[in-house]
């Protein structure tokens, strides 16, 4: 990982602002071109995600590398979610690598005397994503995400391409501009594998005990943390907080699990 100093965040702003009309595939290129083998992707399988590996794809043999995908995966995915990482792989022809926290899931509910996602829902993002995505992309320069504006108001202020506070590299968002209308229309025509729980009424997909079904007038992520105000899992916070509420303060314990 690297810092950036004021002139390469300046270059990133000026590049972000060049792609800003550009398509994903074009921002992907642009990605794949200049970072080659220290660019990855980290996807939970969401519907973008998927666009995003199928772009890679038809990308790859162009660029002459295939950029490393991995997944974070927490203990508490569906069984859904799993079936399509090894779908995914599969059909695409491609390793899609598993990074979880060195704490398994039956460490961590015995430490805190079982489950701890429904009572204090950031600390367990914290310790089976947060810190796993630390490590995850430790010697890689730039990483890839799959958020898009509309989304929620604190991603409408995400860039194309711009420097990860958090992490000390470069983050981009090849999707950031498009819509949910986009997002299933790319799938469709490309025939792009997604998971079946979509059909059942999950139009975002997290961790099953904080994932619910939604009803046809709700927000597409009313169905994620239902019943609290939390909106995001902290992968996109900026360690002063400023992309969603302050981040939380914890052990040191666990920020070494």
Request: net charge negative; aromatic share 8%.
């Amino acid at each position: 990982m690297q810092v950036l100093d004021e002139s390469q965040r300046a270059d990133l702003q000026h590049i972000s602002l060049s792609l800003e009309n550009s398509s994903p595939q074009q921002i992907l290129l642009w990605a794949m071109e200049t970072y080659r083998d220290k660019l990855t992707m980290g996807t939970a399988f969401g519907p973008e995600g998927c666009c995003l590996i199928d772009m890679i794809a038809r990308l790859r043999d162009r660029v002459g590398v295939t950029p490393d995908i991995f997944n974070l995966d927490t203990g508490y995915q569906f069984a859904e979610t799993l079936a399509l990482r090894e779908q995914m792989q599969k059909h695409y022809g491609l390793t899609i690598r598993f990074v979880r926290s060195e704490e398994s899931v039956e460490e961590m509910e015995a430490r805190f005397d079982g489950p701890i996602y429904g009572t204090d829902p950031d600390r367990c993002c914290f310790q089976r994503k947060v810190v796993p995505l630390s490590k995850a992309i430790a010697g890689f320069d730039a990483w890839v995400s799959a958020i898009r504006r509309e989304q929620t108001p604190e991603r409408a202020r995400s860039p194309i391409i711009g420097p990860d506070a958090r992490y000390k590299l470069v983050k981009i968002n090849p999707l950031a501009n498009w819509t949910k209308q986009q997002v299933w229309d790319y799938i469709h025509e490309n025939g792009v594998p997604t998971n079946s729980l979509h059909d059942k009424g999950y139009p975002s997909i997290g961790c099953w005990p904080c994932t619910r079904q939604v009803a046809l007038d709700e927000d597409e992520r009313a169905g994620r943390w239902a019943g609290s105000d939390k909106r995001e899992c902290g992968l996109h916070v900026g360690p002063d907080g400023e992309f969603d509420r302050p981040e939380r303060e914890f052990s040191a314990v666990e920020t070494a699990a």
